[in-house]
């Protein structure tokens, strides 16, 4: 049985490479253990992900309205999780764009505290979000 590959997405692979450079910029300064076992977990990550939305071989065009039916379901379940990954991604990100706005404000309005507002929000920006973390662990 042979195996099956798709050609190389450019915009999978831009964003992959901003991924990982994220994933690099977040543990600057730490051990490569420690950034080993980040891209380990963003891997395992993205194949879980990639199974749970993988087509189940031998179902399509079935005329049994049982089959039918199950993949139905299963469609519609795989959705409902997608959107809603989605609308959790975009609050997070709506969050820390605002977080970062407020952060440049404070500098536009000329105050000056040494860049410590700037650094912290970096590692506010640069931490994963709730659900990646408790993925991690």
Known sequence: MGTQTTAIDPAELDLTAAQLDEIFAANRGHAWSVCKQAILVWHMEAIAGARAEAWVPGLARSNDPVVEET??????????????RLKAENEELRRKFLDAVACVRFYESGASDAGERAHMMLEQLEQPAPGEAAAAH
């Open 71 to 84: 993949l139905s379901r299963f469609y519609r379940h795989h959705m409902r999780v997608a959107i809603g």
